[in-house]
């Protein structure tokens, strides 16, 4: 089984409960990948709610479907595909529908699409949903459309998302898009481009809309917000040609997270993804300044081997990560810490294995997103490195590592035994409707009695028992947060 940890609950079709009540068509929006696609997904229904647009989840009744789409396995190719069959058979009751292509998969593909998928009418890249209305008309004048250009500057700061799928409680805030790192199996920096950072005015203002609206916690996402970096100019790479007024007024990222912070001390602050490479001390010295900004770290490691890692062209040695891990732990003790790894990366050898074993053994990772590696055309790795570990090896390595992390979770939740935590109240439990479901600082899911309690309510919960993924225990009252 592949990334048995992922909560992919929320993959597919999404609802906004802010309709325009004079929009008369209807929007089918599905969603797959990472944060970042749920994230774009709103904003290109914010830029179709100005078209005429409301939502709907029903697939038979949509004038517009959308598939935004990941390329980052062939898995995930292959169930939009899958999608596209179910698009095609409701399209032949419907012929008026029209489907269109966005994301990581229509900037892989561009054009090929349109040949490939005969039911698909525009493939619109990342970078190019703001030509999404042109585009339409195209399509409405019987031609096919297709934008897959990658911008230098666009973050899509001046467009006001529409949220999808809201609990009105979490949101998610983009702050980076694009990556320029280059790990040799990934296929991000050709699917989005070159790396930018948005404008920390336009980040604010919308935080502050996000808790005048109610919402009480802020994901920052970027493909590696710890390069977030603001000087007015465009590019980070170009930083090194800025005046010297933009040197001395630039924006980093752990400047972006104490401004947040400060913004709104009632708001719990998340961010996603950290990269060890370019995770800096002062970070984690604004996380342990901020009570509001969670102790917990996405940090993906993807090898414990520094071979390997230098194969996957990381940044990183095996040592460097674990001092990174050392250094997390001793300036916000009792940070919780999660992983990405890749399993059966081209050469790996079974020693490379042992060495992610015993990483993860060092780590204890609270939790995490395990993958076996999935060769993607046009990478690095796929021009010079063969896929030379078998199938059942790469399955049996997996199998492996997810034991293991089963087992250091169980062990991370079963330390907070008779230990009181803040819980945000996220939701209803999906497994009893008695009980309300939310997320401690480290992101563990934590499930209580309702008593009284309403979502978006912070409370102190004891916790009497736990599985290998979740907390139970009950409330002992509000948080002072509240
Ligand atoms: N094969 C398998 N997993 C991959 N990831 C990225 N590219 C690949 C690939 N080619 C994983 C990495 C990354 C996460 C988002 O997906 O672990 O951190
Ligand atoms: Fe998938 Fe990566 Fe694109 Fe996100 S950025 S949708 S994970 S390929």
């Known amino acids: 089984m592949e990334d048995k940890i992922i909560d992919e609950s929320k993959q597919g079709a999404s609802l906004t409960i802010e309709a325009k009540p004079n929009n008369s068509r209807k929007l089918y929006i ?79 593909l561009k ?16 970078d190019a949903y703001k030509d999404i209305p042109n585009l339409l008309k195209e399509v409405e004048d019987g031609r096919d459309a297709v934008n897959v250009l990658l911008s230098k500057d666009e973050t899509y700061g001046d467009v006001s998302p529409v ?32 790396e930018r950072s948005r404008d920390p005015k336009s980040i604010l203002e919308e935080v502050h809309d996000l808790a005048s609206k109610g919402y009480k916690e802020i994901t920052l996402l970027g493909q590696n917000v710890d390069s977030y970096l603001w000087y007015g100019g465009g590019l980070k790479k170009e930083f090194k040609n800025a005046s010297e ?72 040695t095996r040592e460097e990560y674990m001092q990174l891990i050392d250094k997390i732990l001793e300036i916000i003790p009792g940070c919780g810490i999660s992983q990405d790894i890749i399993t059966g990366f081209p050469t790996e050898t079974e020693e490379d294995h042992q060495d992610t074993l015993s990483l993860m053994e060092y780590v204890q990772f609270y939790f ?11 990478t690095m790795a796929a021009r010079k490195l063969e896929d030379d570990i078998s199938e059942e090896t790469k399955k049996r390595r997996l199998t492996e590592i997810v034991d293991a992390q089963r087992g250091h979770s169980a062990s991370r939740t079963k330390q907070c035994l008779g230990k009181i935590m803040e819980v945000l109240i996220e939701r209803e439990s999906k497994k009893s409707d008695g009980d309300w479901s939310g997320r401690n600082q480290q992101s563990l899911v934590v499930v209580f009695p309702k008593e009284n309690y309403q979502p978006g309510d912070f409370v102190m919960v004891k916790i009497t028992d736990c599985t290998s993924a979740t907390l139970i225990g009950e409330a002992v009252g509000y948080s002072k947060n509240q």
């Not at 699409?113 to 890249?125: A, H, R």
């Not at 040197?247 to 980093?252: D, E, G, L, Q, V």
């Not at 060890?276 to 081997?305: R, W």
């Not at 995490?368 to 046009?378: A, H, L, N």
């Open 368 to 378: 995490g997103y395990m993958f076996k590696y999935s060769e993607r055309p046009g």
């Open 111 to 126: 054009e090929k699409f349109l040949d490939e998928e005969k039911i698909v009418d525009m493939v619109v890249g990342p």
């Open 245 to 316: 007024m933009e040197k001395a007024t630039a924006t980093s990222f752990s400047n972006l997270l104490a401004m947040v912070a400060e913004a709104q001390p009632k708001m719990r602050i998340r961010f996603s993804t950290s990269n060890p490479q370019d995770m800096t001390e002062d970070v984690l010295h604004t996380m342990a300044k901020y009570p509001n900004i969670c102790d917990y770290i996405h940090l993906p490691f993807q090898s414990g081997s520094t071979r390997i890692l230098k194969e996957m062209n990381r940044q990183h």
């Open 30 to 108: 599905e969603s797959y990948g990472c944060q970042m696609n749920f994230s774009d997904s709103e904003i290109v229904a914010s830029i179709l709610a100005d078209q005429g647009y409301n939502t709907t989840q029903k697939l038979e009744d949509a004038d517009l479907v959308l598939v935004n789409t990941c390329s980052i396995r062939d898995k995930a190719e292959q169930t939009v595909r899958k999608r596209l069959e179910k698009y095609n058979a409701v399209k032949r009751i419907n012929p008026k529908m029209k489907v269109g292509v966005l994301g990581c998969m229509a900037e892989r």
């Open 163 to 194: 949220r999808l799928n809201t609990n009105g409680i979490n949101a998610l805030v983009s702050i980076t898009r694009g990556c320029d790192n280059m790990c040799t199996f990934c296929v991000v920096p050709f699917t989005r481009g070159r």
